[in-house]
């Protein structure tokens, strides 16, 4: 199988997908983006949480939600110029990320879709900073149109523990910062909420260790970091 989670990124795809189950939802009164709310930065930002130099390389363990397991190896490949801004290229062999950090500040690059029944422009995204306290939010949004339909996906990030210690699969990882991913769909002037997206951690000097979500789950096995 192709992983849609390279790593804490397939957002527009968990949308998407969604979006079809979750369309038949009762709905809740109109809200417009979340709001962004942020508390003071408790340490100077490092960017130390992006290891993706070039010839960097992650291995790590899927489990799907019908416990299925399955490996895959992440490689990063090289750099690339977007919008004047340098993006490392992060990938599986078949699907490629964009991933860059500015000030602590965590950005992946989402390509554009066109296809017959789902169109979604450009996007970036902002994941994580690594200078916010624990409780620290932040929001997004992610626009698409779905069978003809205009979608705007509400994204909003929590910080749920910061300078951590967490265990995967045997190895313990320190200065570990732990994000919720909660998100819902405004159509039609309506909002149906998702709930929880996905719980990711990283780990600093190592990056995305874990990923916990309603229907899988990844784990680092190892990595090669220059």
């Known amino acids: 199988m192709r992983y849609?989670?390279?790593m804490c990124l397939g957002l527009s795809v968990s949308l998407f997908l969604a979006c079809k189950k979750e369309y038949s939802k009762e709905d809740?009164?109109?809200?417009?983006?979340p709001p962004i709310t942020t508390l003071p930065p408790v340490s100077t930002a490092t960017c130390e949480y992006n290891p993706y130099a070039t010839g960097n390389t992650f291995d790590y363990q899927y489990i799907s939600e019908s416990n299925d397991t399955s490996y895959y190896n992440m490689g990063v490949s090289g750099d690339t110029l977007i919008d004047g801004n340098k993006f490392a290229i992060v990938s599986d062999g078949y699907n490629k990320q964009y991933i860059?950090?500015?000030?602590?500040?965590?950005?992946s690059f989402e390509k554009g879709v066109s296809q017959t029944d789902y169109q979604r422009p450009d996007?970036?995204?902002l994941f994580l900073y690594d200078d916010k306290e624990k409780g620290a939010t932040w929001a997004d949004t992610a626009t698409s149109v779905i069978s003809g339909k205009?979608?705007?996906?509400?994204l909003q990030y929590t910080i749920l523990e910061?300078?951590?210690t967490r265990t995967v699969l045997g190895q313990t990882y320190t200065d570990v910062i732990g994000v919720k991913q909660d998100a819902a769909l405004l159509i039609d002037g309506k909002v149906y909420p998702l709930n929880t997206i996905a719980t990711?951690?990283?780990a600093k000097k190592v990056g995305y260790i874990e990923v916990i979500a309603p229907t899988y789950k990844i784990s680092m096995k190892s990595a090669s970091i220059k």
């Open 200 to 202: 990711y951690y990283y």
């Open 162 to 164: 910061k300078g951590s």
């Open 100 to 107: 860059r950090c500015d000030n602590g500040r965590y950005y």
């Open 28 to 33: 809740t009164d109109i809200i417009t983006t």
């Open 123 to 125: 996007g970036l995204r």
């Open 4 to 6: 849609p989670y390279l």
């Open 150 to 154: 205009p979608v705007v996906g509400l």
